[in-house]
């Protein structure tokens, strides 16, 4: 049995949906009635968009976004007039060291969180039925995230909260033994839920739960499915967290995201994929494309390693070409997603050189 592909005519279909949608997004955002700040005077600066961009190939006019637009930068150049008086949630990733990329919001979590409710399984997360997150909370979105998606489901959810950038930070400093200890803290508090809580659904890191597992049987406990976010988990790391940890029995779902993309569902994994999970974007909202380092117009063949570029299109927030700090295999489109995919996500660089994952 081989991988399933997807029809040409679904992929021509997919990517005129993309381009509709991009014109939309380019019209909200450079016109004065319901554009943000920031964009308005690019475009004065520069040039017009909604002159110029037909196609998602367009976006190519654009420069590489850059990460100092959201540290440097207050939260009320990104505001839409559309949105104006509008209170915003404000979330951060990254802050491992100096100020934090921030990120504000209204409802796009929601919307990205609500469309991956249909990608899971009612047997591995039963409506209704508790679920635990042992992660990073606030400045994270992801705690919001989460806790909606459990609610969409009829569920309610328990926190252990998580802080990755202190892990970091001792970890940098080579203080293992409180990297450790800070873990086996984390640990501890959601052992102890399970054992008084019914649960049903957990979600974390693949460490963490690698750490839980040895602890508790997670099946006995009353688990269910899992939600594994972070970004590096090799094959054989998927293999032994599939097999080992969860028996073979306990639904597993990798998600590859940030606050700044949304979430990126993985595809159910077939014998074929030897245990290497592929994500796809949550097209047309956020396109991910796989590019070369040395050449970002291009992007790299299927089957190869490149750099991950994000752009994302909604109408809380545009930002076009940003270069992740993470590497990944091109896929091509798989059931039911007509557009490529990222495999075998990993740090940029993360063969040349160490990279510091804390509990990720």
């Not at 949906?17 to 909200?28: C, D, G, K």
């Not at 190519?60 to 207050?74: G, T, V």
């Not at 892990?167 to 008084?196: N, S």
Request: charged share 25%; with cysteine; proline share 8%.
């Amino acid at each position: 049995m081989s991988i399933p592909t997807v029809a040409p005519e679904a992929v021509t279909k997919a990517r005129a949906e993309l381009n509709a949608h991009l014109l939309e997004i380019i019209q909200w955002h450079f016109s004065p009635e319901t554009g943000c700040p920031f964009w308005l005077e690019w475009a004065s600066k520069n040039w017009d968009p909604r002159k110029e961009v037909r196609t998602f190939d367009d976006l190519l006019k654009f420069p590489h976004f850059q990460d100092e637009y959201l540290r440097d930068l207050q939260p009320e150049s990104w505001v839409p007039a559309a949105f104006k008086g509008k209170p915003y949630n404000i979330f951060e990733t990254g802050g491992t060291t100096g100020m934090p990329k921030q990120r504000i919001g209204w409802n796009d979590y929601k919307v990205d969180y609500s469309e991956f409710s249909d990608k899971i399984s009612d047997a591995h997360f039963p409506r209704g039925g508790a679920w635990l997150m042992m992660g990073p909370t606030g400045p994270r979105r992801l705690r919001l995230a989460i806790e909606h998606l459990a609610n969409v489901r009829g569920s309610s959810c328990y926190f252990i909260d998580l802080d990755p950038r202190w892990v970091k930070k001792v970890l940098a400093e080579k203080k293992f033994d409180q990297a450790k200890a800070y873990m086996g803290h984390v640990v501890d508090q959601a052992a102890t839920i399970l054992k008084h809580r019914k649960v049903t659904g957990l979600f974390t890191t693949p460490k963490l739960l690698e750490a839980l597992a040895e602890k508790v049987n997670l099946w006995d406990a009353g688990i269910r499915g899992v939600f594994c976010g972070g970004t590096s988990m090799k094959p054989q790391e998927v293999r032994f967290i599939v097999e080992e940890l969860l028996e073979n029995r306990i639904g597993f779902y990798p998600t590859y995201g940030n606050t700044l993309m949304g979430l990126a569902a993985s595809v159910p994994l077939a014998p074929e994929d030897q245990f290497s999970v592929t994500y796809y974007a949550p097209q047309p909202r956020a396109v991910l494309r796989v590019v070369n380092p040395a050449n970002t117009a291009e992007v790299v063949e299927y089957g190869a390693f490149g750099r991950v570029e994000l752009t994302t299109l909604t109408k809380e927030f545009f930002m076009p070409r940003f270069l992740e700090r993470d590497e990944a295999i091109r896929r091509a489109p798989r059931p039911p997603y007509a557009w490529d995919g990222v495999g075998d996500v990993r740090p940029f660089g993360a063969m040349e050189k160490n990279i510091v994952e804390g509990v990720y």
